[in-house]
């Protein structure tokens, strides 16, 4: 059964600090990884895709891959209020198309 | 230009009964997934379909379920004699090629009496 963990939460971080969200996963063949956006009642955005073991930056989000130890992070800058929700973690095998994704972290951004 | 939208956005329905959700996918993407997700979870996948491919059926829950897509756009999923455990939010998105970039649609979101 392949997995993606990821840390319930929630998350409570200050507005203007660094959020950092992680996530493990389970098949080491896995080649593409996503991080989703979700607020309450709705339905879920991409935010950021990676590829390549490093990091991967656009504007506040910075997406982490390394493949060896099958961990993928998400670090947000400067935390707004805005960016309070459940962030979630996506992870696709080997040139397939399924995609499995991680239960997800609540994150607060604190005013 | 147009996203993903779904039909309909709430359905109840009586225990036993069948129901039928539709997912019209963004223009030109070949890509389309089905995925529920109940209260507080997280994302279940149920089924995909690529292009002229085989759809993978594996996240069906049961043969209650199933789903099809035709003329590789509009998709719809079905469930016969539906139980109250099929309770849920039943999400559908649609990527383009091997980006597997998915971008949802708003969802139906579904309550069997």
């Known amino acids: 059964q392949k997995e993606v963990e990821q840390n319930s939460g929630p998350l409570s971080v200050p507005e203007g600090a660094i959020a950092s969200l992680n996530c493990t996963y389970s098949?080491?063949?896995?080649?593409?990884f996503f991080w989703y956006r979700q607020y309450s009642g709705k339905s879920p955005e991409l935010i950021m895709s990676?590829?390549?073991?490093g990091d991967k930056e656009d504007g506040r989000f910075t997406a982490q891959l390394n493949k060896a130890s099958q961990y993928v992070s998400l670090l947000i800058r400067d935390s707004q209020p805005s960016d309070s929700a459940t962030y979630l973690c996506?992870?696709?095998?080997?040139?397939?198309?399924?995609?499995?994704f991680g239960a997800g972290t609540r994150l607060f951004v604190k005013a | 230009g147009a996203g993903v939208s779904q039909s309909p956005s709430n359905k109840v329905t009586e225990k036993g009964k069948d129901v039928e959700l539709r997912c019209d996918p963004i223009?030109?993407?070949?890509?389309l997934y089905w995925y529920r997700q109940s209260l507080g979870q997280g994302l279940e996948f149920l089924i995909y379909?690529?292009?002229?491919?085989?759809?993978?059926k594996s996240g069906l829950p049961s043969d209650r379920f199933s789903a099809e897509r035709t003329g590789g756009s509009v998709s719809t999923l079905t469930i016969q004699r539906t139980q109250q455990e099929d309770s849920a939010v039943y999400l559908c998105?649609?990527?383009?090629?091997?980006?597997?970039?998915?971008?949802f649609g708003p969802g139906t979101r579904l309550t069997v009496t």
């Open positions: 223009s030109g993407h070949t890509a």
């Open positions: 098949d080491r063949g896995s080649q593409s």
């Open positions: 996506a992870v696709n095998g080997d040139g397939g198309f399924k995609t499995i």
């Open positions: 990676i590829y390549s073991n």
């Open positions: 998105a649609s990527s383009f090629g091997r980006s597997y970039e998915q971008y």
């Open positions: 379909f690529q292009g002229n491919s085989a759809p993978d």
